[in-house]
């Protein structure tokens, strides 16, 4: 049995001594099935009464399908008209009676068989009705999740965006920013040298003590090995300068 159709079943019959049906292979009946054809092997009370009086009574008719065997088993009376005995009559009825037992089987059989095999396809029917709706639920629930996850990429995309452009305008306000505090700066740089220029004054110093300094350069010039022989001038010129140090002092003090 597969998903939409149904594969064929192989239904074969065991006949017993009797030749009676009595299995059916290939296919499980139901305990309903099986009880009727229980009760149709049981002869009726009226097909009993039938069979007895068939054996006593005159001439009685028979279906054709009964066969060649109710002629052989029949007598010839002296005014030429056919007589059946007892053991035709019984004989014929047997197989009669055998016939309609199968007949009823197959029916029975042949009846639970469409049983059977309604219920293979309406379970195959719904096995793919589900099928079909199982596939539509997830194909209708794939479609929501793309159509959520888009959205969702939408809204990050714009989010972004929208940073995007505010740490672009953050960083044009700091470099504005910058740029100005560094043209204060430099301005008031130069503002301050200008001041300090013009507070500190240049001044021209002259040379003091001229005269010591020659003279010591020259007695050092002349008395090299005996230096000193210089060490008056060296005194007289070290006074000067301390003295001029001095004067300089108290002048700019």
């Known amino acids: 049995m597969g998903g939409s159709e149904s594969t064929g ?11 009676r049906v009595r299995v059916l292979r290939g296919v499980r009946l139901s305990d309903e099935v099986v009880n009727r054809m229980k009760d149709s092997n049981l002869p009726s009370k009226d097909q009993s009464t039938s069979a007895a009086s068939g ?15 109710a002629s052989h088993s029949a007598s010839t009376s002296k005014d030429g008209v056919h007589k059946p005995t007892a053991t035709g009559v019984g ?7 055998l016939y309609r037992r199968y007949e009823k089987e197959q029916a029975l059989i042949q009846e639970e068989l469409a049983r059977l095999a309604k219920r293979e396809r309406e379970a195959a029917h719904e096995r793919l009705s589900s099928s079909v709706l199982r596939e539509k639920n997830i194909t209708s629930q794939e479609r929501r999740k793309a159509e959520h996850l ?8 714009a989010e972004l965006q929208r940073l995007n452009t505010f740490y672009r305008e953050q960083l044009n306000s700091i470099e504005k920013k910058n740029l100005e505090i560094y043209k204060l ?6 503002t301050a040298a200008s001041n300090a220029e013009l ?11 001229m005269d010591l300094q020659s003279n010591i350069l020259k007695c050092y010039a002349e008395n090299k090995q005996e230096r000193l022989n210089c060490s008056d001038l060296a005194k007289e010129y070290g006074k000067c300068v301390s003295a001029a140090q ?8």
């Open 9 to 19: 079943r192989k239904v074969s019959f065991g006949m017993d001594e009797e030749e």
């Open 55 to 69: 054996t006593t009574s005159g001439p009685t008719t028979f279906p054709s399908k009964a066969g060649p065997s």
């Open 91 to 97: 004989h014929q009825y047997a197989e009669e009676d």
């Open 150 to 157: 888009a959205k969702e990429l939408e809204q990050k995309e």
């Open 185 to 190: 700066t430099a301005e008031q740089f130069h």
């Open 199 to 209: 507070r500190v004054k240049q001044r021209s110093y002259d040379p003091v003590c």
């Open 246 to 253: 001095k004067n300089l002092l108290f002048n700019h003090g």
